[in-house]
């Protein structure tokens, strides 16, 4: 009993890491993780990361411009919001916009 469950417990420890393993946004080096996302992407999977980088940096851009923000700090804002996430949550973030 005590095996089986040490089993079970492992499995779901390995599954767990290997899903995490996906790349994510760094804001410290932005260039870098981009490139890191998108060099196992199929192309149309490209793509729809591209429209989702445009449409989060164009609206978080715009609501902080309205608000007089400067360049940096529009700059920042951006990557804080992008710091952390992987490319299917960076897509799935830009939808909910």
Same mark, same amino acid.
């Given at each position: 009993?005590?095996?089986?469950? *040490?089993?079970?417990?492992?499995? !779901?420890?390995? !599954? #767990? =890491? &290997? %899903?995490?393993? %996906?790349? =994510? *946004? ?5 260039? $870098? %993780?981009?490139? $890191? ?5 199929? +192309? ?7 429209? +989702?980088? *445009?449409?989060?940096? *164009?609206?978080? @851009? &715009? =609501?902080? !411009? !309205? #608000?007089?923000? %400067? ?5 920042? $804002?951006? &990557?804080?919001?992008?710091? @952390?996430? =992987?490319?299917?949550?960076?897509? $799935?973030?830009?939808?909910? #916009?």
């Amino acid at each position: 009993m005590k095996k089986g469950l *040490f089993t079970m417990l492992m499995a !779901a420890c390995c !599954a #767990l =890491t &290997l %899903s995490s393993c %996906s790349p =994510t *946004f760094d804001k410290d080096k932005p260039q $870098e %993780s981009v490139q $890191e996302m998108l060099k196992d992407l199929p +192309a149309d999977k490209q793509h729809e990361f591209h429209k +989702a980088m *445009f449409k989060i940096g *164009f609206s978080v @851009g &715009l =609501t902080n !411009a !309205a #608000l007089g923000a %400067s360049f940096d700090s529009i700059s920042a $804002e951006v &990557l804080e919001v992008l710091d @952390g996430k =992987t490319v299917d949550e960076i897509i $799935e973030y830009a939808q909910g #916009l």
